[in-house]
């Protein structure tokens, strides 16, 4: 047992905001934390998961291209690179996968729909769950997974939904994952919907190297902050972080069957 006893679910420890002190930082994390779930974004960043995974118990990859950068898939092939990671026995879902109408230069929306439903189709071949982005594309998402509920497990990823749309995704089944923002001074709507999503459908993250929680904001971030996260999600529900640290821990391995 990890010192906190909780995971990171979502962390881009591959990204090159790590490359000066990836070494001792993974070597805190070994021992503070039960694991992390190092989402890919992209083949470059989807294969430093993997990697990363193969070489620290702790770590799990999960594979995707992310909707920010669907742009740059050329042809169907890239399936093929995902069925073949899809197998590994650390890689534990598909993602970070999913919609993002905020950057006006991404994809299309017809195009970014394509990938999701390719990669979403894959998922349920390989009995994997996925890592959900839902930027600013709500109703799409939405109408997607209204069709997908009893066919893929999901995490939506740093939930920034209303408090009506996690009421369905909740009935659906799904989980919602809450990071650093929940620590902001003007996040009173996440707050208030962290206090009211049964412990069952929580999940911790951080997003590092982004979304850095209080009082660290304007450092990068980093999967040790995620107690932060832990300690202010027990806060909101009047429970001790120990007893939160077991529900989400319980909560990580019932979604991505492959965890340790
Ligand atoms: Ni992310």
Known sequence: MSRLGIFDTHAHLDTPHFDEDRGVLLAQIGEDLEGVINPGCDEISSRFAVELAEKHDFMYAAVGWHPGDVKGIKDDSYLEQLAKWAVHPKVVAIGEIGLDY???????????????RQQVDLAKEYNLPIIVHDREAHGDIMDFFREEQDKVKAVFHCYSGSLEMAKELIKWGYYLGFG????????????????????????????????????????????????LVVQKAAELKGISFEEMAVQSTKNTKELFKKVK
Do not use: M, S
């Open 102 to 116: 905020y950057w006006k230069d991404n994809a299309p929306r017809d195009v970014q729909l394509l990938r999701l």
């Open 180 to 227: 650093g923002t929940a620590t902001y001074k003007t996040a009173e709507k996440v707050r208030e919907i962290l206090a009211y999503v049964p412990v069952e459908h929580l999940l911790f993250e951080t997003d590092a190297p982004y979304l850095t929680p209080v009082p660290h904001r304007g450092k990068r971030n980093n999967p040790l902050y995620t107690e």
